[in-house]
């Protein structure tokens, strides 16, 4: 079988040659497309492959429709927003995640950006430090539960909310659960959202929800650009001046932000927080065990679309 790996963002090398292996050992063949420059090159590389394995790459409707041998498709990380499953269902292909592969390189990344925030973006001006202080999750999976418990590690406070939890799963998971979001945002002074980005939660997060935060409060956004609502954010940054913003996953009115609110807005230059050689290895690998295994078994173990 053919296993396309398709990264416009490629993986670590020790990542590519532990995929390559696994693909190799089982007796399928391995080819690589990365940073391809256009949507038009990924639909080419994908025509003859039976399995394709994917970071945040649009496997779209024509992708699945030029793969005529697809079988499967596995995101090698956790949200799958990028992949058309109804596409995938139509043509009988199976698709895939790698749940929580990689969620300590994003975990690590929202603690970082705090501190960076925290500290006045490393400029001598005086900062502030996250000991004593409150974080509240929203959505405490995978992600959401490290940054939890990192964040405790480092004397913070930590609250949680998760429409898929109980108030016992949330308590098992170390955190005390918010009786609602409007109770998290208002008493929180950093708010980490781990939501996937969904028809419900598109756009979820605008004025309304930040103006709730406290005096000198922080949001921080590792998940998806989409979850925010951007007017509704640059409304309330520019009504609450003590309201700070970072983000790894930029939003489209970044500049008209950072012209606006300096360094009270930060966005990594490109989403880098599953960018560690070892969350690559993490859900690099288990995107070609998985892959191998359905061919070898039928396990559809993770299958998305079912
Ligand atoms: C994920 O959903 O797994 C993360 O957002 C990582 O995405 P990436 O593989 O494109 O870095």
């Known amino acids: 079988m053919k296993v396309l790996l398709a990264t416009q963002k490629p993986f670590a090398a020790a990542a590519v040659k532990g995929i390559k292996e696994i693909v190799e050992a089982a007796g399928h063949e391995l080819v690589t497309l990365e940073k391809y420059a256009e949507q038009a090159d990924f639909v080419a590389a994908a025509a003859d492959a039976d399995a394709i394995i994917v970071r945040s790459d649009k496997v779209t409707a024509e992708v699945v429709e030029a793969a005529k041998n697809l079988k499967i498709v596995v995101r090698a990380g956790a949200g799958f927003d990028n992949l058309d499953l109804a596409a995938c269902t139509a043509h009988n292909v199976v698709a895939m995640n790698t749940p929580g592969q990689n969620s300590n390189a994003v975990a690590e990344l929202a603690i970082a950006m705090m501190i960076f925030m925290a500290r006045?973006?490393?400029?001598?001006?005086?900062?502030?430090?996250?000991?004593?202080?409150?974080?509240?999750?929203?959505?405490?999976?995978?992600?959401?539960?490290?940054?939890?418990?990192?964040?405790?590690?480092?004397?913070?406070?930590?609250?949680?909310?998760?429409?898929?939890?109980?108030?016992?799963?949330?308590?098992?998971?170390?955190?005390?659960?918010?009786?609602?979001?409007?109770?998290?945002?208002?008493?929180?002074d950093y708010v980490s959202i781990h939501i996937p980005a969904t028809p419900q939660t598109i756009k979820s997060i605008g004025y309304d929800i930040v103006t709730k935060m406290p005096k000198g409060a922080t949001l921080v956004n590792t998940a998806r650009k989409e979850v925010i609502d951007e007017e509704g954010l640059a409304k309330a940054l520019e009504e609450r001046t003590d309201l700070k913003y970072i983000t790894d996953v930029a939003p489209d009115n970044l500049a008209e932000l950072q012209e606006k609110f300096g360094l009270r807005v930060f966005a990594t230059p490109k989403k880098m927080g599953a960018q560690t050689s070892e969350a690559n290895v993490n859900a690099g690998l288990a995107a070609a065990r998985q892959i191998c295994d359905f061919f070898a078994t039928g396990c559809t173990k993770f299958q998305l679309n079912k």
């Open 120 to 188: 006045t973006q490393f400029t001598p001006a005086t900062g502030t430090e996250i000991q004593g202080k409150t974080i509240g999750i929203q959505a405490f999976g995978n992600v959401g539960r490290l940054v939890g418990k990192k964040a405790e590690a480092l004397g913070m406070k930590v609250k949680a909310i998760d429409p898929f939890l109980t108030a016992e799963q949330i308590i098992a998971g170390g955190a005390e659960p918010a009786a609602s979001l409007e109770e998290l945002y208002s008493s929180c």
